[in-house]
């Protein structure tokens, strides 16, 4: 049977391409194809679109353009920030020590382990409160003289979170530690200042703003020679080998300039359909629990867990009902572990599974929120009683 209606509500994993920004990218795939390297009028004509799309971000972001490396995602972008700055330190005798948190996307946490297990860095993890919060003394307090990097997530993608990272960007600089944050979620929403954010690095992705997917951008602050973790080529100041995506890096440009124009109405919308949510979800669905910060968080997210039910099995329900939601991380579909960054939290695993993701966009209606919450009660209810059947 077709589901009755369709409610996107996953906009933490992906956002659909703003047609203004397919309109944008389309003449760089046949009519600018060079090679931006390329010394002739084809490859010129697009590294002037490359550079114009450069000049474009470091106005939102209040750098320099030369500050900005264009990269295939937010996983390179992290990938590059902490291997490339964690390895520059180190060869300038800094020390090997890295700081991050529990609660970072695996984009960060993955590399920092492999540096850890593979290349003598040693890793600490702060911890971080029952609402995901980095508390700024417990960064004074692990900081130390070899600290060569510090990694905080600035908006978290599992529970929304939002991180004080011009408190903890200024610390980690007393002990003389770089400071990156993954900003991923946070583009669109939040404020991209890297001046005022005091931060060195600044991991971005264009799809979770309207832009394409397979694109992205790390800020690294004006004279930090970062080791390239993609070696190659000497493309963008030999910090990152490979051709340029002509196409996309204008696309994501154009997504920026317009998210950046929106962001107050944005995020208003945002604001008042996340809180129908919460509050929907919250006094309609019994024995559920609002995961993260209530104050502190993004506003176009909702996170939950719901007691007693797995979330599995509650997505496939919802889909099934035509809404689209996720258990924490798009990157983790299909992996039966509990979340870490829940378990961080201080959630036992029995809660950890019942975890339930809900993002707001700017196409996300009233109506829309009182289906998905009618339909998340609904779900919840037959699974409960399906599971009281079996355990009878
Ligand atoms: C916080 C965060 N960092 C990094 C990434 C990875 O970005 P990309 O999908 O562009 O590789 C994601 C994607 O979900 C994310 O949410």
Not at 227 to 239: D, I, T
Not at 293 to 322: C, N, T, W, Y
Request: proline letters at 5%; glycine letters at 8%; charged letters at 20%.
């Amino acid at each position: 049977m077709p589901a009755p209606r369709t409610v996107y509500l996953d906009h933490s994993a992906s956002t659909p391409c703003d047609p203004q920004v397919v309109e944008a990218m389309m003449p760089y795939f046949s009519e600018v194809y060079g090679n931006s390297s390329s010394s002739h009028s084809f490859g010129r004509k697009a590294e002037m679109a490359i550079e114009d799309a450069r000049e474009s971000i470091a106005r939102v972001l209040n750098c320099k353009p030369t500050e900005i490396v264009f990269t295939s995602g937010g996983s390179e972008s992290d990938n590059l920030a902490v291997r490339g700055a964690g390895w520059m330190q180190r060869a300038h005798g800094k020390g090997a020590h890295l700081i991050t948190t529990p609660v970072e996307h695996s984009a960060v946490s993955a590399p920092i382990k492999q540096m850890a297990g593979l290349q003598g860095f040693k890793a600490t993890f702060l911890p971080v409160s029952s609402e995901a919060w980095v508390d700024p003394e417990d960064l004074a307090a692990h900081l130390r003289d070899d600290t060569a990097v510090v990694s905080v997530i600035y908006a978290n993608n599992e529970v929304g979170t939002v991180a004080p990272i011009p408190q903890l960007a200024a610390l980690a600089h007393t002990r003389g530690a770089l400071f990156h944050t993954d900003a991923v979620q946070a583009a669109g929403q939040l404020n991209l200042d890297v001046q005022a954010l005091g931060v060195d690095l600044m991991s971005l992705s264009a799809h979770k703003f309207y832009g394409p997917k397979g694109v992205g951008a790390l800020y690294i602050r004006d004279g930090l020679d970062l080791v390239s973790a993609q070696a190659g080529g000497s493309h963008e100041r030999g910090r990152r080998a490979g051709t340029h995506n002509t196409p996309f890096i204008v696309g994501m440009a154009k997504a920026l300039e317009i998210a950046h124009a929106e962001r107050e109405a944005r995020t208003a919308h945002y604001r008042a359909m996340r809180d129908l949510l919460i509050d929907g979800i919250l006094t309609r669905v019994p024995d559920v629990l609002l995961t993260g910060h209530r104050e502190q968080r993004l506003p176009s997210h909702a996170s939950f867990i719901v007691r007693g039910v797995d979330s599995s099995k509650l997505l496939m329900h919802l889909d099934m009902r035509g809404v689209a939601a996720s258990g924490g991380s798009a990157c983790k579909t299909g992996n039966p572990e509990p979340s870490g960054v829940l378990l961080a939290m201080g959630y036992s695993p029995e809660d950890a599974t019942g975890s339930l993701r809900l993002t707001v966009g700017h196409h996300t209606t009233a109506d829309d929120i009182t289906y998905a919450v009618e339909t998340v009660r609904a779900s919840v209810e037959k699974l409960r009683a399906l599971a009281k059947m079996f355990a009878s």
